[in-house]
């Protein structure tokens, strides 16, 4: 693996046939959707609950209308997680970048955009400053955001009126409404992904029950497999040590795909089952188109989706829980919390299998909440 960041860095110092430094410019991120037994896609509100995020980072300000409605109040079927542009260039050079979402809105960003609309944003001119001083800014609280500076791309620098803000990457979120690229179906014992698109899709299988854990490398899916849930007798730094190699060989380099999963590692391996994929580099240049000026030597984008699966035994937990908690909303959510922003999908499968007229006090309300 050493090898290939090696051969990288020499690439960055060779001059190319224009007399420029080579620029390079790689990505990652996640997108995550919610599926029934029944392979359909749930709308759900995936911002529901406290921010992982530190209070520097950029969101829209609603009181002025930037956007329609709260974040928290988006029903959607993706949440797009944590993408992050990294920059690696011989030499300083100025970058104008813009990532379009036609599909979808920008929740989230950092450093601060020229200019932001919900279906896309743009940075204008990002300074790449290799060398630089690794002077970012960071709060005591643990966040999902800091790991993704772990790498050996260059700082960036962006100047807006009154401020210059320092970060080692472009950063963003948002919520999308598409259909995920594979469908995921539970049939008893077995699990079926399918893949409606025309380029095969890498699949992993992964499985977590209190606390003991497997998975299944399902390996490039054309159209369609079927496999057994996994026997729950495997290590997840397995999985992990799996991942990682899945990512380098998608073309991210070996520090980028480490930091991929210490961002991730505490919800992707949480309780549940879902499937990992990569995404279609095609699927990812549609969802979000990227424009660069000058155009770079080289574009990695790697998107890894995630369909967390609401299995038959989740649904069966949240009646018992319904009926456990009877009218008491607050140790309704205490129960329900655990499942953390699934919980809503989750709670709305549950409440499907039962007339309204036997709903609760206490579910009716919570579903209001949400």
């Not at 329609?68 to 109040?73: G, T, Y």
């Not at 690794?134 to 609280?141: C, L, Q, V």
């Not at 919520?175 to 594979?182: K, Q, R, T």
């Not at 899916?221 to 397995?238: C, F, G, I, N, W």
């Given at each position: 693996m050493k090898y290939a960041l090696i051969a990288a860095m020499a690439a960055l110092t060779a001059v190319s046939g224009s007399g420029e430094k080579p620029l390079v410019v790689h990505e990652w991120g996640t997108f995550t959707s919610v599926s029934g037994a029944d392979g359909k896609p749930m709308v759900w509100r995936p911002l529901q609950g406290?921010?992982?995020?530190?209070?520097?980072?950029?969101?829209?300000?609603?009181?002025?209308?930037?956007?329609?409605?709260?974040?928290?109040?988006?029903?959607?079927?993706?949440?797009?997680?944590t993408p992050?542009?990294?920059?690696?260039?011989?030499?300083?050079?100025?970058?104008?970048?813009k990532v379009d979402f036609p599909n979808g809105a920008i929740t989230e960003w950092y450093p601060r955009a020229a200019s932001m609309k919900m279906r896309g944003i743009d940075w204008g001119t990002v300074r790449v400053r290799?060398?630089?001083?690794?002077?970012?800014?960071?709060?005591?609280?643990?966040?999902?955001?800091?790991?993704?500076?772990?790498?050996?791309?260059?700082?960036i620098q962006v100047k807006s009126p009154g401020m210059t803000q320092d970060e080692k990457f472009?950063?963003?979120?948002?919520?999308?409404?598409?259909?995920?690229?594979?469908?995921?179906?539970?049939?008893?014992?077995l699990v079926v992904v399918k893949n409606p698109g025309k380029q095969p899709v890498q699949a992993i299988l992964f499985e977590n029950r209190k606390g003991a854990a497997g998975f299944r490398v399902l390996g490039a899916?054309?159209?369609?497999?079927?496999?057994?849930?996994?026997?729950?007798?495997?290590?997840?730094?397995?999985i992990m040590a799996e991942l990682e190699r899945t990512l380098v060989k998608q073309?991210?380099?070996?520090?980028?795909?480490?930091?991929?999963?210490?961002?991730?590692?505490?919800?992707?391996?949480?309780?549940?089952?879902?499937?990992?994929?990569?995404?279609?580099?095609?699927?990812?240049d549609a969802i979000l188109p990227l424009a660069l000026d000058p155009k770079p030597d080289e574009v990695v984008r790697v998107f890894v989706g995630r369909v967390e699966i609401l299995t038959p035994e989740m649904e069966r937990a949240a009646l018992a829980i319904m009926k456990r908690t009877g009218e008491d909303q607050a140790a309704l959510w205490k129960e329900?919390?655990?499942?953390?922003?699934?919980?809503?999908?989750?709670?709305?499968?549950?409440?499907?299998?039962?007339?309204?007229?036997?709903?609760?006090?206490?579910?009716?309300?919570?579903?209001?909440?949400?």
């Open positions: 406290p921010t992982d995020l530190p209070s520097f980072v950029y969101r829209p300000d609603y009181r002025r209308g930037d956007q329609a409605n709260e974040k928290s109040r988006f029903v959607t079927t993706i949440r797009m997680e992050v542009l990294y920059f690696y260039a011989g030499r300083e050079m100025d970058v104008k970048v290799p060398g630089a001083p690794d002077e970012f800014p960071k709060e005591e609280a643990a966040s999902h955001y800091y790991p993704a500076r772990e790498t050996d791309a260059a700082p472009l950063f963003y979120r948002g919520v999308g409404w598409f259909a995920p690229s594979v469908s995921v179906e539970l049939q008893n014992d899916v054309k159209d369609e497999v079927a496999v057994s849930r996994p026997e729950l007798s495997q290590d997840k730094t397995q073309g991210l380099y070996e520090k980028e795909a480490s930091a991929m999963l210490k961002t991730w590692r505490d919800s992707w391996f949480e309780e549940g089952v879902r499937v990992f994929y990569i995404v279609p580099r095609a699927s990812v329900l919390e655990p499942f953390g922003r699934f919980a809503e999908p989750l709670l709305r499968r549950a409440t499907a299998q039962l007339p309204p007229a036997q709903w609760t006090p206490a579910v009716r309300q919570l579903l209001t909440n949400y």
